[in-house]
Nanobody
Framework: PAQLVESGDVSLQAGGSLRLSCRPS????????LGWFRQTPGKEREGVAA???????NYARSVKDRFTISKDNDKNTLYLQMNKQEPEDTAYYYC?????????????????????WGQGTQVTVSS
């Protein structure tokens, strides 16, 4: 399994913007489902954004219109652009990917079907 490497931990003020990155540590191909997930202690893991190879995207309602998932094919890097950050966005963020599209599509609830995962990035948003 390919390892996904994420950018480092970061802190910012509410209302600010941040871009996380995720790249494979070695060659990978045919990754048809890409996503970002986050988790805080005592809470279930939450999907925030997902992107399928056909160009469709899926966002959690809490981040829709603020977050954007994108892929730079030349750099082979996945990004999560986060705008208008809120304290509620504080979490440990993971990128994930898989070659297969899950049975019900590539969505923010597809995490159990994804085999490649990043090491995680702590994002702290202060008010």
């Amino acid at each position: 399994p390919a390892q996904l490497v994420e950018s480092g931990d970061v802190s910012l003020q509410a209302g600010g913007s941040l871009r996380l990155s995720c790249r494979p540590s070695r060659d990978a191909y045919s990754l048809n489902c890409l996503g970002w997930f986050r988790q805080t202690p005592g809470k279930e893991r939450e999907g925030v954004a997902a992107s399928a190879s056909d160009g469709t995207t899926n966002y959690a309602r809490s981040v829709k219109d603020r977050f954007t998932i994108s892929k730079d094919n030349d750099k082979n890097t996945l990004y999560l652009q986060m705008n208008k950050q809120e304290p509620e966005d504080t979490a440990y963020y993971y990128c994930a990917a898989d070659r297969a599209i899950p049975p019900f599509g590539c969505t923010v609830v597809s995490d159990r079907y994804l085999s490649y995962w990043g090491q995680g990035t702590q994002v702290t948003v202060s008010s």
